[in-house]
């Protein structure tokens, strides 16, 4: 059996042509590389070599000892090489498994079923259960800092001393109610109505949000909220998702160059649907703290419609050509359930007081 190929002998990076003279004879495993243009043949020990498996219509390697190579797509005669000398279970197996259409179609469906639950079962779950094994310590030095989004977007609270002063004595009961959260307060300026917790336990009521609550009950639904999103570490959760869905798209890609335009997009899609699921846990959570401290479940309903409007009224968009199509796309790229959908759940809510 003669095979040709290309000839490396490890100590250059010349290529030689070469042809590989499988010999049976006395000793059926040695075998000699006939190199054109050189007088001698070299022995080599087929029991030694290492043959690559067979993948499409790429050149196979054997690689001999002492870093010796030998290169050649003439995958038939290889693989008879192999059945003859090697012969094995898995020789070529493979090729023949990507040589089947309905082999390749099922691997590549069952490839896309496991990555679809890693994703959006595996990820999550995962992430939740790393996030509640963290000491409580390291949230203090998790995620984006107080002091850092007063560089970059606060501005000292413009609020009266009083009326801080007032809102802080309402709401003191509650951040420590739970101690292990570190709940702390505070207020600053910005240029909308906002409110969010950061991963270190501050929760911070910007100005424009304190003018919009029309009492002191729709300020504790606020509250409540952002406690909630501490309770259930939401935002170490959400860093902790990002960074293994960032981490699994490097990894199925390989390619450290492209992340920001092959990780970026799936990564804020997948986010942005954890983040629903996140706002509407921290939802009801508000919800039932209203109710089990006497207040009206219904001051939840009435900030989000307030919310709402604000929005609708500051935006400054061209909306002539909107439509169905449109205002759905807007929903599933908000961070944020619909407003709907959260009053649906204090009339759900309230519905399943009645009936107990």
Not at 89 to 113: D, Q
Not at 117 to 145: C, M, R, W
Not at 195 to 216: R, S
Request: aromatic share 8%; charged share 25%.
């Amino acid at each position: 059996m003669i095979i040709n190929g290309i000839y490396l002998d490890g100590k250059t990076s010349k290529r030689v042509k070469a042809r590989l003279d499988v010999l049976q004879g006395q000793s059926s495993d040695l075998h000699i590389l006939h190199i054109d243009r050189h007088p001698e043949k070299l022995p080599l020990e087929l029991s030694k070599a290492k043959i690559e498996s067979r993948v499409g219509n790429t050149p196979r390697e054997i690689a001999f000892g002492d870093d010796q190579l030998f290169i050649s797509d003439d995958h038939d005669s290889i693989d008879k090489l192999i059945k003859l000398h090697v012969p094995s279970f898995w020789a070529g197996v493979i090729h023949k498994l990507e040589s089947n259409l309905a082999l390749v179609l099922t691997a590549t469906l069952m490839t896309i079923s496991l990555i679809w639950l890693a994703v959006t079962s595996g990820i999550p779950k995962s992430a939740e259960y790393i996030a509640y094994q963290l000491p409580n310590f390291t949230s203090d030095h998790f995620g984006s800092t107080l002091s850092l989004l007063d560089e970059t977007m606060f501005d000292p609270s413009q609020l009266p001393d009083e009326k801080q002063a007032n809102i802080q004595a309402l709401a003191k009961p509650f951040l420590q109610k739970d101690r292990n959260l570190n709940a702390k307060l505070v207020f600053r300026s910005s240029n909308s109505a906002n409110a969010f917790a950061l991963p270190d336990g501050h929760i911070v009521f910007t100005d424009d949000i304190v003018h919009l609550a029309k009492n002191n009950q729709e300020l504790m639904a606020i509250l409540f909220h952002e406690i909630g999103h501490l309770k259930y570490k939401h935002l170490l959760r959400r860093a902790l998702q990002d960074s293994m869905i960032t981490l699994a798209l490097i990894l199925l890609t390989g390619d450290l160059d492209t992340i920001d335009l092959v990780t970026g997009l799936p990564t804020l899609l997948l986010d942005l649907h954890y983040s629903k699921e996140f706002e509407s846990e921290a939802d009801y959570f508000a919800i039932q703290q209203l109710h089990d401290n006497n207040m009206p479940v219904d001051a939840f309903a009435s900030i989000m419609k307030g919310l709402e409007e604000q929005f609708e009224n500051s935006s400054t968009e061209n909306t002539e050509n909107d439509s169905d199509q449109t205002s759905n796309l807007t929903e599933f790229l908000s961070t944020h359930p619909a407003t709907q959908q959260r009053i649906d759940m204090v009339e759900n809510f309230k519905k399943g007081l009645t009936h107990k």
